[in-house]
């Protein structure tokens, strides 16, 4: 069954340093996102990218975050500074209709 | 803003001890009610879709339900393997994001 295969699954990082996380959506989807969960914290939502270009984003994704869409395959979010408070499980997740989901397993994100 | 509330938080049950979990939301127009299962350190895994009120869903021994307000999740019969964090998450008509609730641990011993 086609899943989406995040990489890496762990990342630990210094504060202020910039962290790439990756994210290889299902072959056919259309709709990409990106979801963080702040341990014991509900799943929040960070921003949803279609046709090229970010469609919706949350108040977290601020100019510290930015997603790119490099290749026909491959999702990624970046965050140019990290803090503390970044420290988090991001999920990726892709859609064919943009109302189904599948998630990818996550990257646990450690600031240090 | 769209909220979504579940509960109870945790929920320990007793193999083949029946039960139901509840998602109550407030959204400006529902576009759909999404239940996933999360086990831990993994991603949510879709479970259900439900659209309109009196809609219901059922797959092996789970069953959503919606009204206006609020969608059940029961759980018919549990196994251990039933033992996951179920997340409840809304979709208003305009964007596509999901707002989720804080789920619902579920504990199944044998």
């Known amino acids: 069954e086609p899943e989406v295969t995040q990489t890496p699954s762990h990342q630990v990082t210094q504060m202020g340093q910039e962290v790439i996380l990756r994210c290889v959506p299902i072959s056919n989807h259309l709709y990409f996102y990106w979801y963080r969960q702040i341990l014991g914290q509900k799943v929040e939502f960070l921003v949803s990218f279609y046709n090229n270009e970010i469609s919706e984003k949350s108040e977290i994704f601020d100019d510290q975050f930015s997603v790119e869409r490099p290749d026909g395959s491959n999702f990624t979010l970046k965050i140019r500074s990290t803090k503390l408070e970044d420290s988090a499980m991001y999920f990726c997740?892709?859609?064919?209709?943009?109302?189904?989901?599948?998630f990818g397993s996550g990257t646990q994100l450690s600031v240090l | 803003e769209d909220q979504v509330t579940q509960s109870p938080e945790a929920l320990r049950l007793q193999e083949g001890e029946s039960s139901s979990l509840n998602c109550s939301y407030t959204v400006s127009g529902l576009r759909g009610l999404f239940w996933y299962r999360q086990d831990p350190g993994k991603g949510p895994e879709f479970l259900f879709t439900?659209?309109?009120a009196g809609e219901e869903k059922e797959k092996e021994r789970l069953k959503a339900t919606l009204t206006k307000k609020e969608s059940f999740l029961h759980i018919t019969a549990p196994k251990p393997e039933d033992s996951a964090t179920y997340l409840c998450?809304?979709?208003?008509?305009?964007?596509?994001?999901?707002?989720f609730g804080g789920g619902t641990r579920v504990l199944v011993k044998p």
């Open positions: 997740a892709s859609s064919d209709s943009g109302e189904k989901l599948f």
């Open positions: 998450a809304v979709q208003a008509p305009a964007g596509n994001k999901l707002t």
């Open positions: 439900l659209y309109s």
